[in-house]
């Protein structure tokens, strides 16, 4: 069974960025088990990369994953999925997120219950990329089912690491901080002109690249082309 499992919780309209995340996940880590997890509806009709598992959750995902049904949706599929592969780990990624390797993950499961980034001081792993044990995903959902009253549109990353941090023991959530990092410890960079123009800095990024945002998005007509262009550049520095 699998130390980690890929969960991607991703729609219709990023089918387009499926298939370079697909092939940055498994040039990182061969044999990776990774899920792509739709609502119903638009899940049907979505192209999934061939290797990946498509999965059809009943929960919505609210334009950018916000509001307390769909977090628990989130934290129920993962526990889910984790438990068809033998208890693993599941690490929520997003599907514009590029991975280079998972060494920032290795804690996880042994000394730390969730581990993830934040691109500055904050108190919550940021919902790019994160990764969970089982055990806690269990804690997390029963504090939310029946402790939780804040049923605001909050962000899934901020809710889930911070109900995380309230249910878990203490020292056990671990956040990697990008700004504190050298060159050689990378995590954590919005994709910009700076890796157009250099592009040897990618080689030094040890963890993952978020194209989310690329500043240059004024370039295509649509942010998805923008994306998928910034993605495509990443990989095509690394044949």
Do not use: W
């Not at 919902?127 to 899934?156: F, V």
């Amino acid at each position: 069974m699998p130390r980690n499992i890929y969960v991607c919780f991703t729609c219709l309209r990023d089918s387009a960025l499926l298939p370079l995340h697909y092939t940055a996940l498994k040039r990182a880590l061969p044999g990776v088990r990774v899920y792509y997890v739709f609502e119903p509806e638009e899940g049907r009709q979505a192209d999934v990369p061939e290797g990946a598992f498509r999965v059809l959750a009943p929960f919505p995902h609210n334009r950018n994953l916000l509001g307390l049904r769909c977090h628990l949706g989130m934290l129920q599929t993962m526990k889910h999925l984790s438990e068809q592969n033998g208890m693993a780990n599941a690490i929520k990624i997003d599907a514009d997120v590029i991975l280079r390797s998972d060494y920032f993950l290795s804690t996880l499961g042994s000394e730390h219950d969730m581990v993830g980034v934040a691109p500055a001081q904050v108190y919550y792993c940021k919902g790019t990329c994160y990764g969970m044990t089982h055990s806690l995903i269990c804690k997390t959902i029963q504090y939310l089912s029946h402790g939780y009253m804040d049923l605001s549109d909050r962000l899934e990353d901020s809710t889930i690491s911070m109900a995380a941090a309230i249910v878990s023991d203490a020292n056990r959530i671990r956040i990697h901080n990008a700004r504190s990092a050298d060159g050689s410890e990378f995590l954590y960079s919005i994709f910009t002109r700076r890796l157009q123009q250099e592009p040897r800095f990618i080689s030094s990024i040890r963890g993952f690249i978020d194209c989310g945002d690329p500043i240059y998005t004024r370039d295509f007509p649509d942010a998805i082309e923008a994306k998928a262009a910034a993605m495509r550049f990443i990989l095509q520095q690394n044949l």
